[in-house]
T-cell receptor, first 115, second 116 residues
Framework: NAGVMQNPRHLVRRRGQEARLRCSPMKGHSHVYWYRQLPEEGLKFMVYLQKENIIDESGMPKERFSAEFPKEGPSILRIQQVVRGDSAAYFC?????????????FGPGTRLTVL | AQSVTQLGSHVSVSEGALVLLRCNYSSSVPPYLFWYVQYPNQGLQLLLKYTSAATLVKGINGFEAEFKKSETSFHLTKPSAHMSDAAEYFCAVSATPTGTASKLTFGTGTRLQVTL
């Protein structure tokens, strides 16, 4: 059973470009979470999605960031007009249910570098 | 609101010595608590979790943690450190009512160094 998959693993963008990060949850998981890890910091929650629905986006910056989890295909985190401060590791996690006790399984992350 | 405090951003122990990584939490509802380990350039791997059953929780790789409500703590321990334990360790809390979004709130992490 494959784990959570993220691609690309490394992404380099110039300021003003768009970044698209993909996450395929574990088989059978319908809940996806995105977290951001800035250098030397812990992970910060960004958004929680179920298929075709955004459930909680309280951690998402108000501008330039968006996320989706379509009926078919991976979840996408999209960052428009990237700035140097967007450089970070972005992790996706998935779980089977929405209970707080459920384990979130993390992918290997996408490391975004903005030049 | 919920929060996690990890005391000590860096901890160094000798191989074979006791490992103690501290975690204190704040939550307005009964929490679920997690410890994750992150090796360089990798994702997070679950070590163990507390979900309101036994207060002493055993995890993988010989780690365990004890939930102490009176101290609002969930410290991670291992009796004897191994070189392969060198990594970053994150404590996290999920403290939402059943059936609602279970986002995790993480501490800032503790980097464990193991020396010969």
């Amino acid at each position: 059973n494959a784990g959570v998959m993220q691609n690309p693993r490394h992404l380099v963008r110039r300021r003003g470009q768009e970044a698209r990060l993909r996450c395929s949850p574990m088989k059978g998981h319908s809940h996806v979470y995105w977290y951001r890890q800035l250098p030397e910091e812990g992970l910060k929650f960004m958004v929680y999605l179920q298929k075709e629905n955004i459930i909680d986006e309280s951690g998402m910056p108000k501008e330039r960031f968006s996320a989706e989890f379509p009926k078919e295909g991976p979840s996408i985190l999209r960052i428009q007009q990237v700035v140097r401060g967007d450089s970070a590791a972005y992790f996706c996690a998935s779980s089977t249910r929405t209970s707080g006790r459920d384990t979130q399984y993390f992918g290997p992350g996408t490391r975004l570098t903005v030049l | 609101a919920q929060s996690v405090t990890q005391l000590g951003s860096h901890v160094s122990v000798s191989e074979g010595a006791l490992v103690l990584l501290r975690c204190n939490y704040s939550s307005s509802v009964p929490p679920y608590l997690f410890w994750y380990v992150q090796y360089p350039n990798q994702g997070l791997q679950l070590l163990l979790k507390y979900t309101s059953a036994a207060t002493l929780v055993k995890g993988i790789n010989g780690f365990e943690a004890e939930f102490k409500k009176s101290e609002t703590s969930f410290h991670l321990t291992k009796p004897s450190a191994h070189m392969s334990d060198a990594a970053e360790y994150f404590c996290a809390v999920s403290a939402t009512p059943t059936g609602t979004a279970s986002k995790l709130t993480f501490g800032t992490g503790t980097r464990l160094q193991v020396t010969l």
